[in-house]
């Protein structure tokens, strides 16, 4: 069985729709660079991050705890505050150049054009303000005019994310709420504005096992339905190979895979890829950890920064930063070890 077939449940492939130009590209962020100015120097967050994403699809990030998943996140929505700061790229949805738009332009893109699903759905509410006036400061910014609607707009929404009794939630606060029940509030005022696109940063963590699922199952049934784009951040490849077409994996700040997640779990060509993979529980095979960290992002590595934890590394892995390799099928990596040493990258399977 291949790490993909393991993982992957049974499902119902999505319904397009017809006229929203699915596969038409929708964000694409090229040498996406953030640094953190700190007493201890400046952290390489963000190195050069480069992806898409097209209409219709849904593409995973992954990557261990401080490889600046969030922070690639928060530099496209304009979220990045001192000491951070965006200090190249190019970050473009539906043909507008994000990084070059106001506060306010982008305060309004947030929300109408993107919704955004926080780690912690508490840090997302506000705990002394009562639900449904926080769906009343969104829905006014957009042209609400009375209480009323604001509250039939709120039930709806409400109602889209599985919450029987919305009355009883819209009148009440943030910390009166469960876990599962807050972060379906936050779904739900992510998806009150109808966004094209979704950006999902971990989205269940702290919640219980089947929590996490209904969760999962409730955005992805969102964006399907409406045959929205997302992005999700997740630690899990479980995850990704459940919900995504296409994953990115990232590495101190990098992207050094990303590609169908078909191919990047089955054939994962990136040795960091690869210990993803091989980290995968699978009947009948023992677990096998990466062991090491990831390296100091103030002192960057030169060189590949995957290479002091890479069973593979050659001469070249530590002074020539790795040139994207891109295979017929559109999957790409960053790594020198050469294609005619294939056992290596086949030792996976
Ligand atoms: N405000 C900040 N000041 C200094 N460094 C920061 C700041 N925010 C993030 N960083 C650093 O940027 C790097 C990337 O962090 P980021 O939060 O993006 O990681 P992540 O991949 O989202 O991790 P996790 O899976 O734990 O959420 C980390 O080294 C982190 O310490
Ligand atoms: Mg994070």
Request: aromatic share 4%; glycine share 10%.
């Amino acid at each position: 069985m291949s790490a993909l077939d393991a993982l992957r449940r049974p499902r119902a492939r999505p319904t397009l729709p017809e006229n929203g130009g699915p596969g038409s590209r929708l964000l694409e962020v090229s040498g996406l660079t953030t640094r953190f100015d700190t007493p201890d120097g400046v952290v390489h967050a963000v190195n050069g991050v480069d992806f898409h994403v097209d209409r219709a699809e849904v593409v995973g990030v992954v990557g261990e705890s401080g490889c600046g998943k969030s922070v690639t996140i928060r530099s496209i929505l304009g979220l990045v505050r001192p000491p951070g700061r965006v200090v190249d790229g190019t970050v473009r949805f539906d043909g507008v150049d994000l990084l070059g738009l106001r506060r306010t332009e982008l305060r309004r893109l947030r929300g109408k054009e993107i919704g955004f699903i926080a780690q912690n759905p508490f840090s997302a509410l506000n705990p002394v303000m009562r639900i449904h006036r926080q769906f009343g400061t969104i829905l006014a910014a957009h042209g609400a005019k009375s209480d009323g609607e604001v509250r039939d707009r709120a039930r709806a929404a409400l109602a889209d994310v599985g919450i029987a009794g919305p009355d009883r939630v819209l009148d009440g606060y943030a910390h009166q709420l469960s876990g599962g029940m807050a972060q379906r509030v936050v779904i739900a005022m992510a998806m009150l504005l109808n966004p094209a696109f979704v950006i999902a940063d971990e989205p269940t963590t702290g919640l219980d096992l089947t929590v996490q699922r209904q969760i999962l199952d409730l955005i992805r049934g969102l964006v399907r339905e409406h045959g929205r784009s997302m992005l999700l951040v997740t630690h899990d490849l479980g995850v990704v190979a459940q919900y995504c077409d296409r994953v990115v994996v990232m590495y101190a700040g990098k992207v050094i895979e990303h590609g169908t997640v078909r191919e990047v779990l089955n054939t994962p060509r990136h040795p960091y890829t690869q210990a993803l993979v091989r980290a995968i529980p699978r009947p009948g095979r023992p677990l096998v950890h990466l062991t090491g960290r990831l390296p100091d992002l103030v002192d960057y590595p030169t060189g590949c920064p995957f290479r002091a934890r890479c069973p593979h590394a050659f001469e070249p892995c530590g002074h020539v930063v790795p040139e994207a390799v891109t295979v017929a099928s559109g999957q790409t990596y960053w790594c020198h070890l050469p294609e005619e040493r294939p056992e290596e990258r086949e030792a996976v399977r």
